[in-house]
């Protein structure tokens, strides 16, 4: 299986704009889609972008997501961050060959 | 909107065996594609396995951590999933979410989510 790569921690003041990235190891970004999701702790965790770049209904748009495949990664971005986004974020695709779920090993968030 | 709730959770022996059962509401387990995570204490998100729907084959697959180990069933009359978990390890201590797509899409993203329950494997 591919490996998504996501930074161990990411820090920003309230109101500004953060990107967590999510580096796909080998085969295309653009060939599965990416799901994101936000771990609170002592909670399960809560999808805040599916399909790449869509919103679920009552995710504030301030998330959004997209991908670069000239990097061959995913990005979340949150902006306007505030103190309720800190949290941990995990990336999350699936390997078509074998349809095997694949998590990165998640992002830590700290406003 | 799916509710999904785990129970059976506990303290086992390395070697032991405990089995988990993940309760759904609503009318769409039959056909949804159902998955167990981990979570080991101040860890990231681990696929357990998952098994499909009876429609698409009701087959099951497995990360290789557990494979051979860990046997993952579901009993549709009942709307519950089941996860069997034989030659515990240390390693496997960890919470287990039972998960499951919105069937609008894909499958292989998990839109529900259970509460998750603890297991221990320790001396």
Redesign the interface.
């Known amino acids: 299986n591919f490996m998504l790569t996501q930074p161990h921690s990411v820090s920003g003041s309230p109101g500004k704009t953060v990107t967590i990235s999510c580096t796909r190891s080998s085969g295309s970004i653009a060939s599965?889609?990416v799901?994101w999701?936000q771990?609170r702790p002592g909670s399960?965790?809560?999808?805040v972008i599916?399909?790449d770049n869509q919103r679920?209904s009552g995710v504030p748009d301030r998330f959004s997501g997209s991908i670069n495949s000239s990097s061959n990664s995913a990005s979340l971005t949150i902006s306007g961050l505030k103190t309720e986004d800190e949290a941990?974020y995990?990336c999350?695709?699936?390997d078509s060959s074998?349809?095997?779920?694949?998590?990165?090993?998640?992002t830590k968030l700290t406003v | 909107e799916v509710q999904l709730v785990e129970s059976g959770g506990g303290l086992v022996r390395p070697g032991g065996s405990l089995r988990l059962s993940c309760g759904a509401s609503g009318s769409t387990f039959t056909n949804a594609w159902m998955?167990w995570?981990r979570q080991a204490p101040g860890k990231?998100?681990?696929?357990v396995g998952?098994i499909k729907s009876k429609i698409d084959g009701g087959t099951t697959?497995y990360?290789a951590p557990v494979k051979g180990r860990f046997t993952i069933s579901r009993d549709d009359s009942k709307n519950t999933l089941y996860l069997q978990m034989n030659s515990l390890k240390t390693e496997d201590t960890a919470v287990y979410?039972c998960a499951t797509a919105n069937l609008y899409?894909?499958p292989?993203?998990?839109?529900y989510?259970?509460?998750?329950t603890l297991v221990t494997v320790s001396s």
């Open positions: 599965n889609y799901q999701y771990q399960a965790p809560t999808t599916y399909e679920p941990d995990y999350q695709s699936y074998n349809q095997d779920v694949v998590f990165g090993g998640g | 998955t995570v990231g998100l681990e696929w998952r697959d990360a979410y899409y894909d292989y993203f998990f839109h989510w259970g509460q998750g």
